[in-house]
């Protein structure tokens, strides 16, 4: 079984279903949380009372994977935790910021397995009481009865910030976007790419989708770029067309040898 991590006696988090569950809740019942979140729990745990930078963990949760991302992506993904945390049932804030320094976390750990906390369903059914005769009359099956799972949503990354996007554009960013072709809406984004083939940029970007969630607010616009200097592609997620001058955009750039299948 793999590792579970109990966090100060109150919730669980197990790192591969990236979910945390109060220890008190219905059985089965579990917040998830968003993979780039998870990561960082996971790091933040297993170096628990340690200080990690921002830097470290760019490098572990995004940059090993391919994936460039600005600061305000690890601030969304720690915001993110702590109202999962908060929504699992623990009370503490275990995650506190270290100014000009990083993360570093607080808690009070326990690592186990699930059955180490959670003692099964199953062992916890009582014997039936004696039978009694009725007509007409089934026995319940206690064994039988199944608990309703509970999902809760994880807060989204947040990608919508303020950037110069416009003015790193040296041709202009409105001529240079405008010649993007129309694909369909996807993850509640407007989708433009620079290649003409719905088919391909579809399925590319749903690649990279499963990498690292990439999701429009309303009225949100995505723009997919074959990026030729770096080997890779880049996703530029903006708040409305990037013609108007108040679009607020984020950029994520991913290496072709870590999404490609």
Known sequence: ???????????????????????????GSKVVIHTPASECLL??????????????LFEQVWEKHGAVVT?????QSIASLRKGLQSAGLAENIIKTVPKMGFKSIATLREGTITDFITPVEATVLSPAPKVEQPGVQPHNLAARHYSRWAYLAAGVAFIIS??????????????????SYIGQVNGCALYSSWSGEEKSLHTFKLLD?????????????YLTLNRSLQGLSVLLCNRKIEYSNAECQSYIFRKDRYEA
């Open 1 to 27: 079984m793999n590792t579970v991590f109990l966090i100060n006696e109150t919730v669980l988090f197990d790192p591969d279903e990236h979910s945390l569950r109060p220890m008190d809740g219905q059985p």
């Open 163 to 180: 950037c110069g996007v416009l003015y790193h554009q040296q041709s202009g960013g409105e001529s240079h976007y405008s010649d993007y």
């Open 71 to 75: 600061t305000n992506a690890l601030y």
């Open 43 to 56: 790091l933040l745990l297993r170096h628990n009372q340690q200080v990690l930078t921002q830097r470290f």
């Open 210 to 222: 499963k990498r690292y969630p990439l999701a429009c607010e309303s009225g949100g616009v995505a």
